[in-house]
Structures are given as C-alpha cells and as structure tokens.
C-alpha cells in the first residue's frame, strides 16, 4: 500500500495544499474535486470533520461542505422559487475514528501536519496528517481517494494510519454519511442500499464492501447496520493499520427501473478485481487520456499548471457514454447553480471535446437532441417556431431559470434572463455544426444535428420580425452582457442568429444533395416547404447588424454608444464586482459590458470581422469590459492572442487560471469549468491557431516569445494529428488516419502516417 499513496514524482504533475483555514476550506474542496463524468466528489476530508447537518448559520460559516453527486441526478428541492437540482448521494468516504472515547476531529488537540495533493497524473487525491490527541496520542494517516474512469461506476479509498502510543482503545467506523437525504428509500441491506427521488422519482444505488488489516490480520467488522463498519482494538505503538472501501453507484431514471441490481453487480466486478487492480485501471485510463489531451509549454511553468489542471477538470467532468446529461456550470465540483447547463457547455466547453475526445462531445449534443421537445415547447409558449432552448436546463429540457428570487430585504427581483437570453439557441447550433465539420461524423448529422440546426433557424426567422424600415430586428433580448437587459438588436446575438439561418439552409441543400431519401423524410416530419426556406433567404439579407460599413464597428446593441463613458479601469482594484460597486441603475446607463460580448463575436465567427475590423472591435470594447462573469478573461485571452496581443493575452491567461488556481473563498460552489474550457482555447485555438472548421486542419500559430515551444494533439475526421510548434516551424505527426492535407498559415502540404513534417515559420 505504502507505494500506491506515494504521488507522483514530478511536481508539475501535483497541486498542493497545507493546513487548513475554515476561510479557504470550502474553495480547497471545489479545487481539488475528482470525478469521472458520471461522479463527483468535493476533496472535503474524510476524517477528523464533524457531521455536516446545522440549518441556519447566521454569523458562522460552514467548515467543510463534503458532497457526492451523480451526473443526471435531479429533483425539485424546498426551495422558492423551485427549481430543479442535483441531488446529492452518500458521502461513501466519511471515516470516524475515536481514541479512548474522544473523536479525531480538526478542532480538538492540535494538528501538527496535513497536506492535501491532487495528483494530476494518477488523477487521485492524496492526504497525509498527523494529529495530537488532548490526551497526548498522535495519529498519523495517509489517503487515497478515487473515482475510477476505467469503471464510471466505481470508487475507491484506501488509507493506512498508526498511532504512537500503546493501549489505546480505538473504535474505526465507516459509513456512507448522510445516506438517502432528501430521498426516499426503497432498500436497505448489509452492503446494498437504494433511494428515490420525491419529485422526479429517479433513483440511485449504492453498494460498498470495506476491509481492514492490521499487519498480517484481517480484522473482522461489526455490521450494525446497512452500509456501516466498526472495528475495535487496542493500539500497539507503529503498528499500521490498513483500510480499503470500494463503493459502486448506478442510476436510474425511470420509476419503474431498479438501480440495485446494476450497483450490486459493479460492486462484484471490483472485488473480484481487487482494490489494487481498480487503482492500476483507474491509473491507464487516465494515462491513455492524458496522451490524447495534454498540452505542454515551454517557456512557462505557472501557466502549463494551470493548464493541466483545466484539462483535468474538463476530462473529469465529461461520461461519453451517456447522452442524457450536459455538464453544468460548476460541473460536479459544487452546488452552484444547482447543476445547470448554459451556453458555457456549447462554446466553452465544446471545442476541447471536439479537438481531442469527440466521443465526449457527440454525447453532450446528443443531450441537446433528447432535450429537443422542451426547447421546441419553449419556442411555441413564447409565440415563436422552431426550438428555443432553454437559459438554463437540467435534465428534462424544460427552462429551469427562475422567474424570480426574493432579494436581500424580501422584495421579489424579476429574472430575465429565461426569458430573453436567446442566443443560447445559436450558440448550440455553432458547437453542432463544428462539430461536424471536425469530424465528419455524418451518422450524427443525420441522426440528430440537421434537425436541430433546422429547428433553431426555425426559430430565428420567426423571431427576427420585418419591421416598417423593410429589415429584421431581434428585439428585447440579453446578449452575453448581462449588465443591459431588454435590449434591442444585440450584434451577438443577431450575427449569431444569421449565421444559424445560413446554416440551416446549408444543411438542408447538404441532405438533398448527399441523402436525398433523408431530406425528404426531415422535411416531410418537420413540415419544411420551399416557401418557408425562401423565407430564411430573405431573412440572412435582411437582419440589422448594428455594423458601421465605414469603420467596421460593431454597436453592441442599439443604443449603446449614446450611454455614458465609463473609466472601468478606475474599478480595477475593488474585490467587488463594479455592478455592486456602482449600483445596478448607473450600470445600465454606462458602456460598461460585464463579459466578452462583441468580442466573443470576434473569436466564435472571425469572418465577420474583415480587414482590420477585428482590431478595431478588439481596442474598443476590450477597455469597456469589467470581466462580471469567470467567462469574460479567457474570451479575451483566445482573441488578444490570434491578432498578435501577446502580453495583454498572457494576463488574461493567467487572471482566468487565479479564478480556481487561487483558494478564493467565492470558489466554495465548485470549480468554474467553462472558464477552464476557455483557458484551453486561449492556448490551443489562440497560440496555437489550431482551427478544424475549414475543408482541411489549419494551424496559424502566434507563440508568446518567452515560450520555446507549444505541443499538443488533435483529432480531425478519423485523424489523430501531433502538432508542435516552435518560434521558427510547425512539426506534425499523422498518428493515425489516411493521409490528409494540412494548412500551415498560406501553405497546403499533405500529410503522411509515420512522418514528420516540418514547416518553416517566416
């Protein structure tokens, strides 16, 4: 055992944390979160915490926040409004242990050491501490903690402790802490256990065996009840005593489906493995992973870190094998949000999965296809075509955005943005179509992508409406501005609904021309006439940009550039966000923009920017942002680093990765995954000019000079691509695949399996 908790001998592999702080305890236990797309645990500790159940905190704060969630997992909590949430499971890794009737607890006695790693390699979390007792014995004990991606079903701990002293009477009890909370149970036995939800009535089980050795011996367990060990003995000064729990954990989404059986039966395959062979699966898993994922930089150490542990999360947070669940805001690390998708999944997310792990992507598309009806639902409810979907969703594809919440002194705040914040439907319709064009994964587009494109073009043309000056206007939207709502014309979201329509035609003379008894089947269900596609023609000539032809500027949304200037960098040293500092009414009447808004148009559709727009939209709305949202710095990032902005992209960088990196308290709701996705992009997509939307793999790299080199791998239509790049060429490897061309800034070149090609940079 004494190996397996041993990390990893790279320190650039290792996140580290010591001591603890009950300010930075909640934050710590977001950062170092694992999971495995189906589970996710907070790195709250095991042992020496007290339970977790008081109601109301007034002046006090939460010491630790331990939780187990299952992806898909959602009911209707006591909440008002109510909304949909995750439910949290069983804290399957809560150990007790109690010395001479006294409980190991952080707050008695005096801990003399404790260091928590989150090793990014093994993907495990390690945890040593030593602890004095009031009555002088000192614990020392080292842990592992894993959820296994060989086996989505399964979780491993191990831990190994001893104490100094002889005598001591020592009672270990193992539990699944708060079992079945909020749920109702329908079976309880020794090593089994299943709940219901209330509302939704999904169900979950849960299935755990635990040992315990003690040198050579094995001890036997008390089972007093269900999920429960005990041990007892008397300490002998350095003996190590050995514990080692296995928990399986299945799902169930329909009432009349039992999840027992399934836990029962994952349970079996890892005890008949044995816990050693579940951690060395585990560990080639992530090891096959990390080849196909990880990005290496030369030339900067800080934000190579961080960008592995971006990548960690976002491999952890995604299951292809389930196209029923989205990744959520805060993905399985936290509450925040309550496990809600948003935009973020489509164009934060999206392009990692689609570059390196498409089986991840087509599954969360394939959610966004099963969720069809509730956004078409949506569309008609508000008086529109097509599919509208929803700001927030969890599982069912209903809109889960609150009309409105109760503010700080009772009085009701209306929320609008379910109601407006539109552009969510071209913002899937985008991660759609480039995943297809990355992939050419035709099966899907016939399948499902075509007629969601269809759908929400659908739905734009009805919702752009001709108006008396002869154009189309978008009125009373959000774009991703949050700072003005109810606006009208927003450019975000009107190029984004344009380009949507164009696509939507696209994909229709696509279908008639490769798969003709196809498109005539989707035409034929979804009632798609010619007239009606003569409409959407008319409608891509016709919608108002808000785009000065002279100057190439985009107004953000009509009426922006009569607002008030604003100084944002005055603000720049307020924790506070400048919304709360200024007030919510001189914000909306100030060119203030909360996230990357105009410039996320830049970097999401490049084409609308010609010449020397970009800049020109760059210079102008890039001093006007606040950065309201964890999303705004890695946005601006990925387009500060394709026009050349290398330092002011680098900030940016590394503000996005402080956001988690940092044991910032406001982290305690889980780690801000779609900023991770972006930081991602800013390198990969940004530096690296990595673009798979063309007719062939395109690198436009623009390198930072303090960096030496910048290598990572792709997949691109059944390829997989290895790509360095250095100040001076691009070497790429075709790993596997047929030969292919590749465009290195202006020239074409093929590509040939088990080569290497270089390409100079001049």
């Known amino acids: 055992m004494r190996e397996e908790l041993q990390p990893t001998p790279d320190p650039g592999w290792l996140l580290t944390h010591d001591g603890y702080s009950v300010m930075t305890e909640s934050a710590v236990e977001s950062r170092f979160a694992f999971g495995n797309g189906f589970l996710g645990m907070r790195a709250a500790r095991s042992m020496s915490r007290g339970p977790t159940w008081a109601s109301w905190l ?58 928590r790693r989150l090793d990014l390699r093994r993907f495990v979390l390690l945890s040593d501490w030593t602890h004095r007792m009031p009555g002088g014995a000192t614990f020392t004990g080292r842990e592992l903690r894993l959820l296994s991606l060989a086996d989505r079903a399964v979780g491993l701990q191990i831990l190994r402790f001893a104490l100094d002293r002889d005598g001591v009477e020592v009672r270990l009890e193992a539990s ?12 309880l036995e020794r090593d089994l256990a299943a709940w219901r939800t209330e509302g939704t009535g999904k169900a979950v089980g849960m299935a755990g065996a635990a040992t315990l050795s003690r040198g050579d011996d094995v001890a036997e367990a008390e089972r007093p009840f269900p999920l429960r060990w005990v041990w007892r003995w008397r300490s002998v000064a350095g003996q190590t005593a050995d514990f080692a729990r296995l928990v399986a954990v ?6 009349e489906d039992d999840p027992a059986p399934r836990a029962a039966a994952a349970l079996e395959r890892s005890r008949s493995l044995g816990w050693r062979a579940v951690l060395a699966a585990h560990e080639a898993a992530w090891t096959e992973r990390w080849t196909m994922n990880d990005v290496v930089i030369e030339g900067d150490d800080v934000l190579q870190r961080a960008l592995r542990f971006a990548i960690y999360h976002l491999t952890s947070a995604a299951n292809p094998d389930d196209e029923r669940v989205s990744i959520g805001a805060r993905g399985l690390t936290g509450d925040a949000y309550f496990g809600h998708a948003f935009w973020d999944t489509e164009i934060y997310l999206l392009p990692f999965y689609t570059a390196v792990w498409p ?37 069912t594809g209903a809109e889960t955005t609150p009309d409105s919440v109760l503010g700080p002194n009772g009085t009701p705040i209306e929320i ?20 297809w064009r990355a992939t050419g994964d035709d099966a899907f587009l016939l399948q499902a992508g075509a007629e969601i494109l269809i759908e929400t073009a659908r739905f734009w043309v009805s919702r752009a409406v001709v108006e008396a000056d002869g154009r189309r206007h978008i009125r009373h939207v959000i774009g991703p501005d949050e700072y003005h709502e109810d606006v009208d014309d927003n450019a975000f979201t009107n190029v984004m609904a344009r380009w949507t329509i164009a696509r939507g035609l696209e994909v229709v003379a696509l279908l008639q021309a490769r798969w003709p008894d196809a498109a005539a089947a989707l035409r034929t269900s979804l009632a798609l006439d010619d007239d009606e596609l003569a409409a959407w023609r008319d409608a891509t000539g016709r919608i108002v940009d808000g785009r000065d032809p002279e100057s190439g500027l985009y107004e953000q949304f009509a009426g922006f550039h009569d607002l008030a200037l604003l100084d944002v960098a005055d603000y720049a040293d307020h924790a506070l966000p400048i919304d709360v500092v200024i007030g919510r009414e001189r914000t909306q009447g100030s060119q203030v923009v909360k996230q990357a808004d105009v410039v996320a148009l830049i970097a999401l559709l490049p084409g609308e920017f010609p010449g020397s727009s970009a800049e020109t939209n760059f210079r102008h709305y890039e001093p006007r942002c606040a950065h309201g949202s964890s999303l705004s710095a890695a946005m601006h990032a990925l387009v500060a680093a394709r026009l050349g902005h290398a330092e002011m992209a680098l900030r940016y960088m590394h503000e996005t990765a402080s956001l988690d990196l940092d044991p910032d308290p406001n982290s305690a709701g889980g780690v801000r995954i779609a900023g991770l996705g ?11 000019g990595l673009n798979l939307a063309g007719e062939r ?9 303090q960096w030496q080199s910048l290598s990572f791998r792709t997949r691109w239509r059944d390829r997989t691509v290895a790509i360095k790049i250095t100040p001076e060429r691009v070497e790429a490897t075709l790993l596997t695949g047929e030969s292919m061309e590749i465009g290195v800034r202006a020239s074409f070149v093929t590509l040939e399996q088990g080569t290497v090609l270089r390409v100079g940079l001049s």
Not at 176 to 187: D, K, N, V, Y
Not at 678 to 687: K, N, T
Request: glycine fraction near 10%; include cysteine.
């Open 359 to 395: 089986e991840a992507a087509r599954a969360l598309l394939m959610y966004r296809f099963h969720t069809l009806p509730g956004a078409r639902e949506k569309a008609l409810r508000l008086g529109y075509r097509g599919a509208l979907y929803p700001w927030e969703s969890a599982d």
């Open 678 to 688: 972006g930081l991602w992009q800013a390198v990969v997509r940004g530096f690296g």
């Open 58 to 115: 007034g002046y006090i704060r939460w010491a630790s926040w331990p939780r187990c969630y299952v992806a898909g997992l959602f009911d209707m909590p006591n909440t008002e409004p109510p909304v949909p949430a995750l439910v949290p499971v069983a804290d399957w890794s809560r150990v007790r242990l109690v010395l001479d009737g006294q409980p190991l607890a952080a707050r008695d006695g005096e801990m003399l050491h404790g260091t």
């Open 250 to 255: 299945a799902r169930a989404d329909r009432p």
């Open 176 to 187: 699944f802490g708060l079992a079945g909370l909020g749920m109702e149970p329908m079976r």
């Open 416 to 435: 609008l943005t379910g109601k407006m914040e539109h552009h969510i439907s071209a913002d899937i319709a985008y991660a759609v179509w480039h995943y």
């Open 697 to 705: 793999l395109e690198i436009d790299p623009r390198l930072p000079p």
